[in-house]
């Protein structure tokens, strides 16, 4: 802990893009210090440098665990914006110097394994670990339990519960076979599209098995928003929210992804073609030899590399199942005969690092997050309501993503709040209560985050 009592010290793991509107925030307190931490030492200089009080470390966490450990001991609170997979070491550390720690990412990194008991350990140590503090999950459930407590509290039911969230491109910029861009590996988001999805919908619980083409199949299409060509499929489990949110009587609960139309589309040819394939493959060894775009499409069509351009076309569209996904395979560049592809053991990780840089964001592009809420009300005289929850965040053009707000000013409020003994919870904490969500929208609403909401009622 820090023994200067005048001030006090926040570890910031992580200089991407989410880190900046993190620094900003704490930083606008001069009685905060701020130490950002990264393996890529002119990431966390430039963004040092634009903050008062903000000094850089180089530090790789995986290689230099002890000088992790030495960071963590010298401050009061530790952010995490690391890959989910390393919050369990972060946390190991926060827990045995008693610092309190906040990430941006599902609590069940760390409850996956029982054995490790984050949050007994955690309680006894007088920590509190304050998870899902971003955009979903995050503000999602901010705004899903105060609609939900205040129709507790004026003796209302909640009967139905839809939620799909999404960041997309800007739709002036969405103009690719997946409608998507990157501002972080894509390796995340393919491996969500591989995930099965657990549900209830109107009373009848539904699960779609993993490995991708079944979830991407159960697309719906939306138009909450009308001049967006929105499409949306479900997401992990969302069984378990009904306990969380307590709203056992719900007889839907479903949490999904939004995306634009033509996406899941292009994702099922793509799995059909076998580029989305987690495994390794003796083609994409490092070490073993070169391999164009066009020669891996033959191989993983079982085509000769020395079959004619059209004739391997004609095997992919039959593969693949529609001309639409070999106009997106080509599209997306892998046809290309004349390139070596930079291989990454799996076809899906050598399709991440392609995408990564044919699908990224160009100056003066700009992103969109979109949140929605569909919420079922019964009340007591039996009149049936629904509400409409709708959040729209735009990005700014050379300034922050609407990824980047919406992420990182939750984890910096709810770190701001356990700095400034708000939150008095130990253990591992979820934004679920009443004495934190309401500050954290307070405060989102004067960063311009800022959810629509609209009633019907209809008579029993």
């Not at 939900?148 to 800007?170: H, I, M, N, Q, Y």
């Not at 994409?284 to 775009?293: I, Y």
């Not at 891996?296 to 351009?309: F, G, V, W, Y």
Request: with cysteine; proline share 5%; net charge negative.
């Amino acid at each position: 802990m820090s023994v200067d009592q005048s001030s006090k010290k926040v570890l910031v793991l992580g200089a991407g893009y989410v880190a900046s509107p993190v620094v900003e925030y704490l930083s606008r307190d001069s009685n905060v210090r701020i130490t950002v931490a990264s393996a890529l030492r002119d990431e966390a200089e430039q963004l040092a440098q634009k903050h008062q009080n903000t000094d850089a470390v180089c530090l790789d966490i995986q290689r230099r665990p002890e000088e992790l450990a030495k960071l963590i001991q010298e401050h009061d609170l530790c952010i995490s914006l690391l890959p989910y997979g390393l919050h369990g070491k972060v946390a190991d550390l926060c827990i045995a110097h008693h610092v309190n720690m906040v990430t941006a990412s599902y609590s069940n990194v760390l409850t996956a394994n029982p054995d490790a008991s984050y949050h007994q350990r955690a309680v006894d140590a007088d920590v509190t670990i304050l998870n899902e503090m971003g955009l979903d999950p995050g503000i999602d459930h901010l705004l899903a339990m105060e609609c939900f407590d205040e129709v507790k509290e004026l003796g209302g039911k909640v009967t139905s519960f839809r939620s799909f969230c999404g960041g997309l491109p800007a739709p002036e910029f969405s103009d690719n076979p997946l409608r998507y861009k990157f501002s972080w590996n894509p390796r995340g988001v393919f491996l969500a599209a591989l995930n099965g999805a657990r549900f209830i919908d109107n009373g009848k619980i539904v699960e779609i098995p993993p490995g991708g083409v079944d979830l991407m199949e159960s697309v719906k299409p939306f138009d909450f928003l009308p001049g967006f060509n929105l499409e949306g499929y479900s997401n992990r489990d969302s069984l378990h929210y009904l306990k969380e949110y307590g709203i056992e009587g719900a007889t839907t609960c479903m949490r999904g992804t939004l995306r634009y139309k033509g996406y899941t589309d292009c994702l099922i040819g793509l799995m059909k073609l076998g580029m989305l394939q987690p495994t390794p493959h003796p083609a994409l060894h490092p070490d073993g030899p070169d391999v164009t775009w066009r020669k891996l499409i033959a191989i993983l069509t079982n085509q000769s590399s020395n079959n004619l351009l059209e004739n391997l076309k004609r095997s992919v569209a039959e593969k693949v199942g529609s001309l639409e996904r070999l106009q997106a395979v080509e599209q997306l560049g892998l046809f290309d005969n004349t390139t070596p592809v930079i291989k990454h053991n799996t076809p899906l990780d050598t399709l991440a690092h392609h995408l990564a840089k044919t699908l990224t964001y160009e100056k003066n592009e700009r992103d969109l997050v979109i949140l929605r809420h569909d919420i079922g009300i019964t009340w007591p005289n039996n009149t049936k309501e629904s509400r409409e929850i709708t959040l729209v965040v735009y990005g700014e053009p050379n300034g922050y993503t609407a990824m980047a707000k919406t992420v990182g000013y939750p984890a910096a409020i709810g770190a701001k709040m356990l700095l400034d003994k708000e939150i008095q919870r130990k253990g591992l904490v979820m934004p679920l209560s009443k004495d934190i969500y309401r500050p954290v929208l307070q405060r989102l609403e004067q960063e311009g985050i800022k959810a629509v909401q609209r009633t019907h009622r209809f008579e029993s």
